[in-house]
């Protein structure tokens, strides 16, 4: 695993709309930037989670840990300029994710079978690399219109 560069400039520069998982404009929102993890295409993202994301007390709620997974894993295809959709996302929750404790989110693309590819997504704890939540998603490539419109919307001018 590489270890986290500040001066790294994120994958989603673009960031001035309303997504919850990394949109800057939404104020109840995750804010998730996205690095380049390695030459594989795979992408990690750092997360903090705050008060605001406890499920029990003192842990993060589920959904939450689901949504960073589910962008995480999105944002490994578009890395590849490849624009899709969750089809099916499965989540295994390894160990607690607390509340205050710095995470890393890591995607990766497994395998593309055309219009239908394969991504997982594994959550960490930054301080020492202990597997918190673990996702394996099926991903539905949207028609070539649609790619185009969210591209010019999501990336920053000449990122492909």
């Known amino acids: 695993m590489t270890s986290?560069?500040?001066?790294l400039v994120p994958i989603n520069s673009a960031d001035d709309h309303y997504c919850?998982?990394?949109?800057?404009l939404n104020p109840y929102g995750l804010h998730l930037h996205f690095y380049p993890l390695d030459d594989?295409?795979?992408?990690?993202a750092p997360f903090t989670p705050r008060r605001e994301?406890?499920?029990?007390?003192?842990?993060?709620?589920?959904?939450?840990?689901?949504t960073i997974?589910?962008?995480?894993?999105?944002w490994s295809l578009y890395r590849r300029?490849?624009?899709?959709?969750?089809?099916?996302?499965?989540?295994s929750f390894r160990k607690p994710v607390e509340v205050g404790v710095q995470t890393r989110a890591i995607g990766r693309l497994v395998a593309d079978r055309g219009r239908?590819?394969?991504?997982?997504?594994?959550?960490?704890?930054?301080?020492?690399?202990?597997?918190?939540?673990?996702?394996?998603?099926?991903?539905?490539?949207?028609?070539?219109r649609q790619a185009e419109a969210w591209r010019d919307r999501y990336l920053p001018a000449g990122a492909e």
């Open 4 to 7: 986290r560069d500040d001066t």
């Open 20 to 24: 919850f998982g990394c949109g800057r």
């Open 40 to 44: 594989d295409g795979g992408i990690w």
């Open 53 to 66: 994301h406890e499920g029990y007390m003192g842990m993060v709620h589920g959904g939450i840990i689901s």
């Open 69 to 74: 997974l589910d962008e995480v894993m999105a």
């Open 81 to 91: 300029n490849v624009w899709a959709v969750t089809g099916r996302l499965s989540i």
């Open 116 to 144: 239908l590819l394969d991504v997982t997504g594994t959550l960490v704890r930054e301080a020492d690399g202990v597997i918190l939540a673990e996702a394996q998603a099926v991903f539905a490539r949207v028609p070539e």
